[in-house]
């Protein structure tokens, strides 16, 4: 992204504060965490692209996956409001991220035997909950302007139970307004870029892959503030 | 069933920070030979500038969609796809030969099984490009090609599942939009390429796969 020449740089106290969020975030299970500037962060159009060709199953399925949610174009000026952020990952092992026909299981929303689907589930729960809790603890600290992006779809994670998003179903209330967040990919955030520029081994996971072809997955989240 | 065209690497490379130049340059040239041994009549490397608009063809797909289907006529009213298509630095042009005295089917069903074939393979080897380009490192890939999804893969079915809200593709691992549901003028593009007019004119099975 351009860096726009008018925004102020973030203040000692500020940047003080969000390395209390990113030690937070190690400390509640986070295997990584860095604080970046907002300026860093990769939007890119095709990102959004990807949920919708082909569309996966989670495309148009709660009100912030593609076609719905904040366009690429959104993202910016969000992003551009923001100084700075806390991007983490958690790290899944691969044999459960990328297991043999977890794709399908994901799809169907029906428990393996192996356990993958609860486990990933977990994995998944906690990016949300790093980024809700990281979002309160900057509130408290006087951060009012904050904005979270987590990973996948928040209606398999937050509302797997329920049929439909509440939000696509006559516009009633989010069951889950504080919790549910965007995920990066569905903002148009280029997440794999982002963890490959701050060092983390992101490794592309594809339905044809196999836990031996790769080290590891990796779910991602983020909270910028302004 | 997944398709098994090209292996998966025994062993996956991480993404890379930034896009070697060099590297992306070697690659699609790799990919396009691929896509020959595909079974492509031919196959070129192309530059977002390469490609020809034609804002009224997906119009066109409004105006007759009886067969309608997920990407035909594709809807994204908060995205871009010209946008998302310029922000790609290469990727690959290719056709398959027609069979001959094949009709252009338009969006609707195909009857030849062996007519259907050709649209089959051609979206086959534009998810197996995709597919390696993905596992090279190019995840952002995303490949067209020609004729209604639905047509070629879901004939029998009562509709498009993947029309139903929180329903995916049945074929996501074979099916892709058409170059002209993204506005892309295959025809000029094939002229402009200037490749022998008797492989394939009307159907024009063409497909195009954006690498990085």
Same mark, same amino acid.
């Given at each position: 992204m351009e860096k726009d020449a008018d925004k102020k740089p973030a203040?000692?106290?500020?940047?003080?504060?969000?390395?209390?969020?990113?030690?937070?975030?190690?400390?509640?299970?986070?295997s990584s965490a860095r604080v970046i500037d907002a300026d860093t962060i990769p939007v890119d159009p095709r990102v959004r692209f990807k949920c919708m060709i082909p569309k996966c199953y989670m495309s148009g399925?709660?009100?912030?996956?593609?076609?719905?949610?904040?366009?690429?174009?959104?993202?910016?000026?969000?992003?551009?409001?923001?100084k700075l952020g806390v991007f983490f990952h958690v790290r899944v092992?691969?044999?459960?991220?990328?297991?043999?026909?977890?794709?399908?299981?994901?799809?169907s929303g029906r428990a393996d035997d192996a356990g993958n689907l609860l486990s990933l589930g977990g994995h998944y729960m906690l990016v949300y909950t790093l980024v809700h809790m990281l979002r309160k603890k900057a509130a408290d600290m006087g951060m009012n302007q904050t904005h979270g992006f987590a990973a996948g779809c928040c209606k398999d994670v937050l509302c797997f139970l329920s049929k439909n998003c509440r939000i696509l179903n006559g516009g009633d209330q989010c069951r889950n307004p504080e919790m549910s967040v965007p995920s990066l990919e569905s903002a148009g955030i280029d997440a794999f870029r982002l963890a490959a520029r701050v060092g983390w081994s992101v490794y592309?996971?594809?339905?044809?892959?196999?836990?031996?072809?790769?080290?590891?997955?990796?779910?991602?989240?983020?909270?910028?503030?302004? | 069933m997944k398709p098994e065209v090209f292996p998966v690497p025994e062993e996956i490379a991480p993404v890379s920070a930034e896009t070697d130049p060099l590297n992306l340059e070697s690659d699609v040239g790799r990919l396009a030979d691929n896509a020959r041994e595909l079974g492509a009549a031919e196959s070129a490397v192309i530059s977002p500038e390469d490609i020809v608009f034609n804002e009224s063809l997906p119009e066109t797909m409004r105006t007759? !969609?009886?067969?309608?289907?997920?990407?035909?006529?594709?809807?994204?009213?908060l995205d871009d796809l010209k946008e998302a298509l310029f922000s790609f630095r290469k990727g690959i042009f290719l056709c398959i030969r027609a069979e001959p005295g094949m009709p252009d089917y338009g969006g609707g069903p195909i009857a030849d099984p062996v007519h259907r074939d050709r649209y089959r393979k051609l979206h086959e080897i534009v998810t197996a490009i995709e597919s390696r380009a993905f596992y090279m490192g190019y995840y952002l890939?995303?490949?067209?090609?020609? !004729?209604?999804c639905r047509s070629v893969f879901c004939a029998d079915a009562d509709r498009c599942v993947a029309m139903t809200r929180a329903k995916a593709c049945r074929e996501p691992y074979k099916s892709r939009p058409s170059m002209a549901a993204a506005g892309m003028d295959a025809a000029q593009m094939f002229r402009k390429a200037g490749w022998p007019p008797d492989i394939t004119k009307d159907p024009l099975l063409t497909g195009i796969v954006m690498i990085a």
């Open positions: 203040s000692r106290k500020m940047e003080a504060e969000m390395e209390t969020l990113r030690r937070m975030a190690i400390t509640h299970g986070a399925r709660c009100g912030h996956c593609p076609p719905y949610g904040y366009s690429a174009e959104t993202t910016r000026e969000i992003v551009n409001a923001c092992d691969a044999a459960i991220i990328a297991a043999k026909n977890i794709g399908d299981v994901i799809v592309p996971i594809g339905g044809s892959c196999e836990p031996r072809s790769v080290k590891r997955g990796m779910l991602m989240g983020m909270v910028l503030a302004g | 007759d !969609g009886t067969f309608s289907s997920i990407h035909w006529p594709p809807e994204y009213p890939a995303m490949g067209f090609a020609a !004729g209604n």
